[in-house]
């Protein structure tokens, strides 16, 4: 692989990880597998690009982050005012954001972002523009989580029974850590639409898988389980999971079969602790 291949797989993954921050607040804080992702993602990615293709390419960025607040506040609404189940909140929400996602592009299936202005054009080195978003929003998580606040969402999502029985509103941490989760990713989908040069309305299928691909190829380097560690392996991860997908085409697998290798992938890591007790209780 030549060096461009690899510093272009590292640009991609540095935007996925950012992608894996915002998956991990739901999937590892929260407790929620929440299918939001997939539709927040392109949200994220369809708002920066219109306002990137307006001329107003860090506000679009911006904006994209407080769309996927919107798109996590609602699923969240859907899970604490209509108690509606987790999974199917996530998936009604990602259903509806798929029209929404449309409007938003004015109905164009993809919005092309050739000869304008963008976060990449105006910033020539784009790998270090790219590691100081993922450093920097990973820090900034680690310092929330470390408030008072922060404390409240991550015992939320570790024994919500407790955390009731200690006058904590739930409902408001489940807003919160929706709200963070999405944001996070949408801004994920932003990035990527101003780095490709374009926003599509599919964009989002399989973020979710991509995004706990991150988190779970990370872990399994990183061992440790603290909110730091934790949220240095989803950086990690992401980077490590984009290069072996770029090693993997480059062997010849074909780009429409990745999607299932990386299901498997995530379905096997995570089914490892049960399979090694499988297998302990069988030799005892």
Avoid: W
């Amino acid at each position: 692989m030549s060096v461009a291949i690899i510093e272009r797989a590292l640009e991609l993954g540095l935007i996925f990880s950012v992608l894996s921050l915002g998956v991990y607040i739901s999937f590892r804080v929260l407790n929620v597998p929440d299918l939001t992702v997939d539709g927040s993602f392109t949200t994220g990615a369809a708002v920066c690009a219109v306002c990137t293709l307006n001329g107003h390419p860090f506000l679009g960025l911006l904006l994209s982050f407080l769309a996927g607040g919107i798109c996590g506040l609602v699923t969240a609404f859907l899970q604490t005012k209509m108690r509606i189940h987790a999974l199917l909140a996530g998936i009604l929400t990602m259903t509806g954001l798929y029209s929404i996602n449309l409007r938003i592009m004015s109905g164009a299936p993809n919005i092309a972002l050739l000869n304008t202005d963008s976060l990449f054009t105006m910033v020539p080195f784009t790998l270090g523009v790219l590691l100081l978003i993922s450093i920097a929003s990973g820090i900034l998580l680690f310092v929330f989580f470390k408030t008072n606040t922060g404390l409240m969402l991550r015992a939320s999502g570790d024994n919500e029974t407790m955390v009731k029985s200690s006058s904590i509103n739930v409902d408001t941490m489940k807003f919160l850590g929706m709200a963070l989760s999405n944001g996070f990713v949408a801004l994920s989908g932003g990035l990527l639409a101003q780095y490709q040069n374009f926003a599509d309305v599919t964009g989002g299928t399989g973020m979710m898988v991509l995004g706990l691909a991150g988190i779970i190829i990370g872990e399994a380097v990183i061992r440790k389980r603290t909110i730091g560690f934790g949220l240095a392996s989803c950086i990690l991860g992401a980077c490590l999971y984009r290069l072996l997908y770029t090693i993997a085409l480059q062997f010849g697998i074909p780009a429409t079969d990745m999607n299932l290798m990386s299901a498997i992938l995530v379905a096997l890591t995570i089914s490892i602790p049960y399979l090694k007790a499988l297998k302990e209780k069988e030799n005892a």
